[in-house]
């Protein structure tokens, strides 16, 4: 007769449904199982058992118990990404990121779970990464019950997951660096607004064309191509190979902050950082064409204007 011991010191009802959820998939091969709660100090210990019908088993004994182990294991692993994931992410923030304050490690925090925890939908990959934590948590346990019977599940987070703590580590870190970037960018934000708000608007409305590869255009109030000269102070030393479009761009609204602009590009186009920079340091001026013949993104020469060239 095979018994796991499970000791914790809180959420015992919890693991108790985790686990039997799992067992409960035994049934059809002939294994019931015999749960019971006892104290054992401060700790509370799930005690196992695992029962074989003999007229029902398919399997034999050995690979019985081997899936008995396994079923135990992957109800304390789900347990513990439930559980523990956000307490062991704040100690690694804490423990090795000091510096940041409360605050900002609390954001941190943040972003490091969603890194981890995307939906399947939305980030295969994210998602495949819980499953691949899951199974390193599942693989420790089992390499443990095979000499042991008793687990307490706090010991063996502390002392037999270093490779689980490696890939929360490695998403802490990721998190810090998505978190500096978004601040970061933040700080850029308000610079630019800052200089949209000292600036006299050199024009009424733009319309602004976003293509594909970065590429746009620049029309005034009747689409006509706006003319090169207001641009001129920030176009007279850029060459060709210096050039990234998505800066241009901004730098061009900028220069001649027009009172309004109108942003035209296809669905394809409005999730572009481009488009959210320019949403966000001209607040209150921008409006989105809903479908017009500029968001069409036809050849340049069939609606007659030229793409903008900082080189004139």
């Known amino acids: 007769m095979l018994t796991l011991a499970i000791g914790t010191e809180m959420d015992v009802d919890k693991i108790y449904q985790k686990i039997v959820t799992e067992l409960n998939s035994l049934v059809v091969d002939g294994v019931k199982s015999d749960i019971q709660i006892?104290?054992?100090?401060?700790?509370k210990f799930l005690s196992c058992t695992m029962v074989v019908d003999w007229e029902r088993a398919t399997l034999p004994i050995d690979e019985l118990g081997s899936l008995f182990k396994h079923y135990v294991a992957n109800g304390v692993a789900e347990y513990i990404l439930e559980k523990y994931e956000n307490d062991l992410i704040n100690k690694i923030i804490k423990n090795n990121f000091d510096y940041f304050s409360k605050e900002e490690q609390e954001q941190v925090v943040q972003y490091a779970c969603k890194i981890l925890k995307e939906s399947e939908d939305k980030y295969k990959k994210n998602y495949l990464s819980r499953i691949n934590r899951k199974n390193k948590i599942i693989y420790r346990m089992l390499e443990y019950l095979e000499e042991n019977n008793e687990l307490v599940i706090s010991g063996f987070i502390n002392f037999r997951l270093k490779d689980y703590f490696a890939d929360l580590e490695d998403?802490?870190?990721?998190?810090?660096?998505?978190?500096?970037?978004?601040?970061?960018?933040q700080e850029f934000i308000k610079?630019?607004?800052y200089f949209v708000d000292v600036q006299e608007p050199r024009i009424s409305q733009v319309h602004v064309v976003i293509e594909g590869a970065g590429l746009f255009k620049l029309l005034d109030h009747q689409k006509q191509v706006i003319s090169n000269d207001y641009l001129e102070d920030f176009i007279l030393d850029i060459t060709d190979s210096e050039i990234n479009y998505d800066d241009l761009l901004v730098s061009a609204l900028i220069t001649i902050a027009p009172e309004k602009i109108i942003l035209h590009c296809s669905p394809a186009h409005r999730t572009k950082e481009v488009v959210e920079t320019i949403l966000n340091v001209f607040t209150g001026r921008v409006t989105t064409c809903t479908g017009c013949e500029l968001c069409e993104l036809k050849p340049a020469e069939q609606l007659n204007f030229t793409p903008f060239n900082p080189s004139r």
């Open 38 to 43: 006892k104290r054992k100090g401060n700790l």
């Open 171 to 185: 998403a802490v870190n990721k998190a810090i660096d998505e978190y500096l970037m978004e601040k970061e960018y």
């Open 191 to 193: 610079l630019l607004r």
